[in-house]
């Protein structure tokens, strides 16, 4: 079987100091490459190079990714540039990017083509908001945003049900909500489909997150950004 992914979300968090504190304190640890880390666009660089320099397996992913391949779309990143830096990966359609701009599941499908034309292993964030959970549409919800993913090899691509009431808050979503929805996304794509959980996760409840059936990893934000909560972390990866 293969390891449980542990992927950090940076957002937009950090500054070069912090990227050398924490990628250094990572390095001493020796994670291996199913660990990655995906931090803001301006510290790809200086991270690869952390990360080469200490010979790491760790790998490196971005946040987002242009839809188009190239040319006149300022202030736009391709997945070439990235995977010409070093990236390996990269997160697509974040409840963050859906909410606060505007990206909706047909943007998010061209950004996983662009994103597996380069080269990348796109991270397709998949979940529902309160309001849906509530009124009882969360699968319709999370079908429609699968629907991206059609026709794509499974051995390409993982998925992150990240629901957006989890995200941030410091609610986990309990074991019983996770094995369902990840049962219901591996049901709608295929078994074999890898489906990271993320929503605080944190150093004290990421082994009983990563216990749960059918969670293939974790995808963290705010608990990344410390070495030492994120290390408790990698260590409960089966
Ligand atoms: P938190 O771990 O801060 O809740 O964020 C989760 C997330 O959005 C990871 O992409």
Redesign the pocket.
């Given at each position: 079987m293969l390891r449980q992914y542990v992927i950090g979300?940076w957002?937009m968090h950090g500054s070069v100091g912090q990227i050398r504190s924490v990628v250094r304190e990572l390095l001493r640890a020796g994670l291996g490459t199913n660990v990655a880390l995906c931090v803001p666009y301006p510290y790809i660089a200086l991270t690869k190079s952390l990360l080469m320099e200490a010979e790491s397996a760790l790998q490196l992913g971005a946040q987002d990714v242009c839809e188009y391949h190239i040319g006149a779309y300022t202030g736009e990143v391709s997945a070439a540039m990235l995977a010409d830096v070093g990236c390996e990966m990269v997160?697509v359609g974040?409840?963050?990017r859906r909410r606060y701009f505007g990206e909706s599941s047909e943007t998010a499908a061209r950004k996983v083509r662009a994103a597996l034309d380069g080269g990348l292993f796109p991270v397709y964030?998949v979940g529902e908001t309160l309001e849906q959970r509530q009124s009882g549409i969360a699968r319709d919800i999370i079908a429609e945003e699968l629907q991206v993913l059609a026709g794509v090899p499974t051995s390409l691509y993982a998925v992150?049900y990240?629901p957006s009431w989890?995200?941030?808050?410091g609610v986990v979503a309990t074991p019983e909500q996770i094995a369902e929805m990840h049962a219901f996304i591996k049901g709608t794509l295929d078994a074999r489909t890898r489906v990271l959980y993320?929503?605080?996760?944190?150093g004290d409840n990421a082994g009983q997150v990563l216990a749960v059936d059918g969670v293939d990893g974790v995808?963290?934000?705010?608990?990344?950004l410390s070495a030492a909560e994120f290390l408790d972390i990698c260590r409960e990866a089966r």
């Open positions: 979300n957002k997160i974040h409840s963050e964030c992150a990240e989890a995200v941030g808050t993320g929503g605080s996760v944190k995808l963290v934000g705010g608990a990344a």
